[in-house]
């Protein structure tokens, strides 16, 4: 399963963007979706999960801001952003937890798209 991340861009502060990420390939299940971010210089650090029955969960630093949803039937997941800071300025990836048609379970991560936040 590949996951292909669009969505990015530069924005000013308390702008909003949204993220867009498309699984493609076979698989069982898709399981878990979620986003995580990597900022200049620092670890890459979890952003929200939203279970395959759509309960959600985030990051407190995003908590009111953010919103992750998911289209069971495009495979996609999106993370909606608003009221951004200078500090939500990185690469964001988005990631599922796959069940293959073997049974076996599988990590599977986008390429990153850039969110910057100019003050």
């Known amino acids: 399963v590949q996951l292909q991340a669009s969505g990015g861009g530069l924005v000013q502060a308390g702008d909003s963007l949204r993220l867009s990420c498309a699984a493609s390939g076979v698989a069982f299940r898709i399981n878990d979706m979620a986003w995580y971010r990597q900022a200049p210089g620092r670890q890459r650090e979890w952003v929200a999960t939203?279970?395959?029955?759509?309960?959600?969960n985030y990051h407190d630093s995003v908590k009111g801001r953010f919103t992750i949803s998911r289209d069971n039937a495009k495979a996609t997941v999106y993370l909606q952003m608003n009221s951004l800071k200078p500090e939500d300025t990185a690469v964001y990836y988005c990631?599922?937890?796959?069940?293959?048609?073997?049974?076996?379970?599988?990590?599977?991560w986008g390429q990153g798209t850039l969110v910057t936040v100019s003050s």
């Open positions: 939203v279970t395959n029955g759509g309960a959600t």
């Open positions: 990631n599922a937890e796959v069940t293959l048609t073997n049974l076996k379970d599988f990590s599977s």
